[in-house]
């Protein structure tokens, strides 16, 4: 019975003696996590408290291993251990490994979703060829009253594109609102994946009423050959974006052993590095839709070969390097 006073004592003393060095590590903490604000004499003081720290979680384990200030001794410990054992940043080694590694492991995350909202997206192509084509009268739900009077006086809205816009203007304006768009699909996927849903529906119905209604004027194979140089990047793109928003809706809605913010936040941080690539292929998208695609010198089969070619350059991205190792 007389040693537990001793024994109190003592914890109290080394708590009180070892108080006021958390407090200053905590005050210091942001400023290592920082790796552009961190100094030097920051760095070498965190080093030199490091094995301190890992002895006062020891013996806070020892003493109470539930307690508060062993929860806390650890969370500071994680902390510094991820800031001092964390590798040099290198924006052209983040960059390659986004490309690399990171783009490829969540899109093969997402496979099943990237499949079902593309065959999603060519059910409601054909829904909108059979609505237009059966009742033509529809086409005013996919296309505005001019384009409309444009196709019955026999031309697409695509004709003279490069005599009222330039070409650099035109192709910022194209992959900026393209990006609108994917962002728009991936950031409805937090309606539980039902606004994803939505867009996807509407962008594949819109296209099969356009093209079915371009077709009864003749003018479907010019329409073809005017998106055949940006369109198969662009569609692939859109079907990921929505595939994001719905594996970030299904995490919403079934996060499993995580809480809701915990899976959304997960779900968001997968599909964030995947719509990172495609953000830089639709910026090159734009680029072609704004200097090939209006461009009467070029052949369908030169834009097939660039279309085709760019397509395979994206899908290739996306699949990485077969065997590679993290």
Not at 56 to 73: C, E, Q
Not at 279 to 308: C, H, N
Request: net charge positive.
């Amino acid at each position: 019975m007389s040693d537990q006073p001793s024994h109190d004592k003592a914890t109290a003393a080394w708590f009180q003696a070892r108080q006021t060095v958390w407090q200053r590590l905590a005050e210091r903490l942001p400023e290592l996590e920082d790796r552009k604000a961190v100094s030097r004499e920051t760095a070498l003081s965190a080093m030199r408290l490091y094995p301190e720290i890992a002895r006062d979680l020891a013996i806070a384990r020892r003493i109470a291993p539930t307690g508060r200030l062993t929860r806390y001794l650890q969370q500071v410990y994680a902390r510094m251990h991820r800031a001092l054992f964390r590798k040099p940043w290198s924006f052209k080694q983040e960059v390659w490994r986004l490309f690399a590694h990171d783009a490829p492991d969540a899109a093969a995350q997402l496979w099943r979703h990237i499949a079902s909202v593309t065959l999603g997206f060519l059910l409601s192509a054909f829904a909108g060829w059979w609505l237009v084509a059966t009742y033509p009268e529809l086409v005013g739900l996919f296309a505005s009253e001019q384009m409309i009077k444009t196709v019955q006086g026999g031309e697409l809205w695509t004709d003279d594109l490069l005599n009222v816009t330039p070409s650099s203007l035109l192709s910022v304006g194209i992959f900026t609102n393209n990006i609108v768009v994917t962002l728009t699909a991936v950031s409805l996927g937090v309606l539980y994946g039902l606004g994803t849903i939505y867009i996807i529906g509407l962008n594949g119905l819109m296209l099969g009423g356009v093209f079915a209604f371009t077709a009864q004027y003749g003018l479907s194979g010019r329409l073809f050959e005017f998106v055949a140089a940006h369109g198969f990047v662009e569609l692939s793109i859109i079907c990921i974006a929505g595939a994001i928003g719905f594996y970030v809706g299904e995490a919403i809605a079934r996060p499993g052993h995580l809480t809701r913010i915990e899976s959304f936040q997960r779900a968001f941080a997968t599909g964030s590095k995947l719509l990172a690539v495609c953000a830089v292929f639709l910026v090159g998208a734009g680029l072609i839709e704004g200097y090939v695609s209006p461009d009467e010198r070029f052949s369908l089969t030169m834009r097939l070969v660039i279309g085709l070619g760019y397509w395979v350059v994206f899908v290739l991205t996306l699949v990485g390097q077969p065997g590679r190792r993290r």
